[in-house]
Protein backbone atom coordinates (compact mmCIF):
# COMPACT_ATOMS: atom_id res chain seq x y z
CA UNK A 1 0.00 0.00 0.00
CA UNK A 2 0.84 3.59 -0.28
CA UNK A 3 -0.33 7.21 0.89
CA UNK A 4 -2.73 7.08 -1.60
CA UNK A 5 -4.25 3.73 -0.77
CA UNK A 6 -3.48 0.14 -1.95
CA UNK A 7 -2.49 -0.46 -5.18
CA UNK A 8 -5.02 -1.25 -8.14
CA UNK A 9 -4.59 -4.29 -10.16
CA UNK A 10 -5.86 -5.24 -13.23
CA UNK A 11 -4.99 -8.43 -14.51
CA UNK A 12 -6.90 -10.22 -18.01
CA UNK A 13 -6.87 -13.68 -17.49
CA UNK A 14 -6.60 -12.99 -13.83
CA UNK A 15 -8.80 -15.85 -12.61
CA UNK A 16 -6.45 -19.38 -13.61
CA UNK A 17 -3.15 -20.48 -14.53
CA UNK A 18 -0.30 -18.25 -14.42
CA UNK A 19 -2.58 -14.79 -14.10
CA UNK A 20 -4.65 -16.26 -11.58
CA UNK A 21 -1.38 -16.99 -9.36
CA UNK A 22 -0.35 -13.22 -10.12
CA UNK A 23 -3.92 -12.47 -9.04
CA UNK A 24 -3.06 -13.94 -5.82
CA UNK A 25 0.23 -12.95 -4.93
CA UNK A 26 -1.18 -9.27 -5.47
CA UNK A 27 -3.78 -9.61 -3.64
CA UNK A 28 -1.72 -11.08 -0.65
CA UNK A 29 0.64 -7.59 -0.67
CA UNK A 30 -3.13 -5.78 -0.48
CA UNK A 31 -3.35 -4.83 -3.79
CA UNK A 32 -7.02 -4.48 -4.84
CA UNK A 33 -7.52 -6.88 -7.78
CA UNK A 34 -9.73 -7.07 -10.95
CA UNK A 35 -9.21 -10.36 -12.67
CA UNK A 36 -10.14 -10.24 -16.01
CA UNK A 37 -11.87 -13.80 -17.86
CA UNK A 38 -13.68 -14.33 -20.89
CA UNK A 39 -15.77 -16.90 -20.80
CA UNK A 40 -16.00 -19.22 -17.96
CA UNK A 41 -18.13 -17.29 -15.06
CA UNK A 42 -18.44 -20.12 -12.89
CA UNK A 43 -14.52 -20.81 -12.56
CA UNK A 44 -13.79 -16.97 -11.77
CA UNK A 45 -17.07 -17.01 -9.30
CA UNK A 46 -14.31 -19.87 -7.48
CA UNK A 47 -11.38 -17.82 -7.84
CA UNK A 48 -12.96 -14.81 -6.10
CA UNK A 49 -14.79 -16.76 -3.37
CA UNK A 50 -11.41 -18.76 -2.53
CA UNK A 51 -8.93 -15.85 -3.03
CA UNK A 52 -6.80 -15.29 0.03
CA UNK A 53 -8.32 -11.96 0.12
CA UNK A 54 -11.65 -12.39 -1.11
CA UNK A 55 -12.47 -8.56 -0.19
CA UNK A 56 -10.02 -7.30 -2.45
CA UNK A 57 -10.54 -9.02 -5.53
CA UNK A 58 -13.25 -8.69 -8.30
CA UNK A 59 -14.45 -10.49 -11.53
CA UNK A 60 -15.33 -9.17 -14.80
CA UNK A 61 -15.92 -10.70 -17.71
CA UNK A 62 -13.93 -9.13 -20.81
CA UNK A 63 -12.96 -9.90 -24.31
CA UNK A 64 -9.80 -8.19 -24.74
CA UNK A 65 -9.96 -8.68 -29.05
CA UNK A 66 -13.16 -5.96 -28.37
CA UNK A 67 -11.79 -2.91 -28.41
CA UNK A 68 -15.27 -1.06 -27.35
CA UNK A 69 -15.88 -3.75 -24.72
CA UNK A 70 -12.03 -2.90 -23.08
CA UNK A 71 -12.72 0.76 -23.30
CA UNK A 72 -15.51 0.38 -20.94
CA UNK A 73 -13.63 -2.19 -18.56
CA UNK A 74 -11.19 0.32 -18.04
CA UNK A 75 -13.54 3.45 -17.70
CA UNK A 76 -15.68 0.80 -15.17
CA UNK A 77 -12.50 0.30 -13.11
CA UNK A 78 -11.33 3.91 -13.46
CA UNK A 79 -14.90 4.96 -11.93
CA UNK A 80 -14.77 1.89 -9.28
CA UNK A 81 -11.09 2.65 -7.88
CA UNK A 82 -10.30 5.61 -9.09
CA UNK A 83 -7.21 5.00 -11.18
CA UNK A 84 -5.13 1.79 -12.18
CA UNK A 85 -1.35 1.00 -10.83
CA UNK A 86 -0.99 -2.29 -12.71
CA UNK A 87 -2.29 -3.65 -15.96
Given at each position: ?????????????GT?????????????????I???Y?????????????????E????????????G???????????????????
Amino acid sequence: MNDDGPRVAVITGGTRGLGAAISTRLAAEGALIVAGYRADGASAERFEAQSVAPERVTTYQIDVGDSGMCHHFISEVIAAHGRIDYL
